[in-house]
């Protein structure tokens, strides 16, 4: 086994997971444990520095596909750290058979459903029914966008924050 890439993703939000309608089905909402770091890592998609070492991955990762619910298939290893400035999130994603990854579009913000991605969705009003998605694909995507009312109803959002979103996921939402 090798790591094929490691992901950093730096933001300002801190709390616990919130389930993704189009990547979770059913499942209990997942929940991490943030570790607070003394000096941030260095973003440069590494993830060799002591802030990350030093951090306890998070475990009991399951497919979505091809046998979702069951145990993941490959070693995956993601670490939550933050300090008073940033929330921050390691993967490290390993693959038996790199020639497999399939990397996608990459244009910001495309469908995540034909490509290998990694997902992290932050429930930062503590209500498992609003959030904000953020995601990358092997090919380096920036994808984010904000979830409402668990990312379920009917037909374009109806609020400013809301236009041109659909079905309480907003696309359109980008984080600065």
């Known amino acids: ?36 770091i003394t000096a941030p890592p260095v973003i440069d998609g590494r993830l060799q520095d002591d802030a990350w070492s030093g951090i306890e991955p998070l475990a009991g990762f399951t497919q979505r596909e091809p046998s979702e619910g069951q145990p993941v298939s490959q070693p995956t290893e993601v670490r939550v750290g933050y300090d008073d400035a940033a929330l ?24 995540l459903n034909d490509s290998d991605a990694f997902v992290v969705v932050l429930d930062t009003y503590l209500d498992r029914q609003n959030g904000f998605v953020f995601g990358t694909t092997p090919a380096g995507i920036e994808y984010d966008g904000q979830v409402t009312g668990e990312g379920t109803g009917g037909g374009p959002g109806g609020g400013r924050q809301q236009r041109g979103s659909a079905g309480g996921f907003n696309l359109n939402w980008d984080a600065s």
Do not use: C, K, N
Request: glycine share 6%; aromatic share 4%.
């Open 88 to 111: 921050y999130i390691g993967a490290w994603l390993f693959d038996e058979d790199p020639s497999g990854i399939v990397t996608g579009q990459t244009l910001r913000d495309a469908s």
């Open 1 to 36: 086994m090798r790591t094929i890439r490691g992901i950093a993703v730096s933001t300002m939000l801190a709390v616990p997971a919130l389930p993704l309608p189009a990547l979770l089905h059913a499942q209990q909402a997942p929940t991490a444990q943030a570790s607070e």
